[in-house]
């Protein structure tokens, strides 16, 4: 399983963008990345997820380095309902696995 | 579409003492993952069941078991409970293709004194 590396905890100013970093460089090449968040008092829920090119949804965009070695996740502009544990986790959807490999995340705190 | 439910949300238990925690996916699902969350272990895989199978395992003792009936729904027993064993427990359902997307139901907070 890729190991990822974040950083502990990001802070940011609400209605300002996010980047949150991930470094996953022993990533396979079969391996998406998905981005989960958990907000205080809930379950994880999903957030994005890519394999090579950079992805938009309504949530967020993931931005994928070209050798996959690392990823961003771009909140465009903070609210305080983003304050959030985000995880990046690389999943491997060869084999089949339907398990999520957590790691520490970060933790982003919006500042009002 | 109602999410994952997850019951009960709070429980309290005895060293020794066996509990079961049940889950109900999302409608259509086919895939059930439970989850173990503690503040020093973090998030951590417990097993998946699919089609009333178990397809994938993490690495916890035999004390933690689970199944699956015909309708998804899922149950895991722990066994022989430890202080250890206090946790969030978590649920998710996915369709089971291939590592889908996972959602998560809110947890059961089992405390074991």
């Known amino acids: 399983d890729a190991k990822t590396t974040q950083p502990n905890s990001m802070e940011s100013n609400e209605e300002e963008p996010v980047h949150l970093p991930c470094n996953h460089s022993?990533?396979?090449?079969?391996?998406?990345i998905h981005w989960y968040r958990q907000l205080p008092s809930q379950g994880p829920e999903y957030v994005i997820h890519g394999l090579t090119s950079n992805v938009n949804n309504r949530m967020a965009s993931l931005a994928i380095a070209e050798d996959r070695k690392s990823s961003t996740l771009i909140l465009h502009r903070a609210t305080l309902r983003d304050a959030a544990v985000y995880y990046c986790i690389p999943t491997d959807r060869q084999t089949g696995a339907n398990n999520l490999f957590f790691g520490t995340g970060t933790r982003l705190t919006v500042i009002p | 579409k109602a999410g994952v439910t997850q019951t009960p949300r709070y429980l309290i238990k005895t060293r020794g003492q066996q509990v079961t925690l049940s889950c109900s996916p999302i409608s259509g699902h086919r895939s059930v993952s439970w989850y173990q969350q503690t503040p020093g272990q973090g998030l951590q895989f417990l097993f998946e069941y699919f089609s009333e199978t178990q397809r994938n395992k993490g690495n916890f003792p035999g004390r933690f078991s689970g199944r699956q009936f015909s309708n998804s729904r899922s149950e895991m027993n722990v066994s022989t409970l430890e202080l250890g064993d206090s946790a969030l427990y978590l649920c998710?359902?996915?369709?089971?293709?291939?590592?889908?997307?996972?959602?998560f139901g809110p947890g059961t907070r089992l405390t074991v004194l």
């Open positions: 998710a359902s996915s369709l089971g293709l291939l590592t889908d997307t996972q959602y």
């Open positions: 022993t990533i396979s090449g079969t391996d998406y």
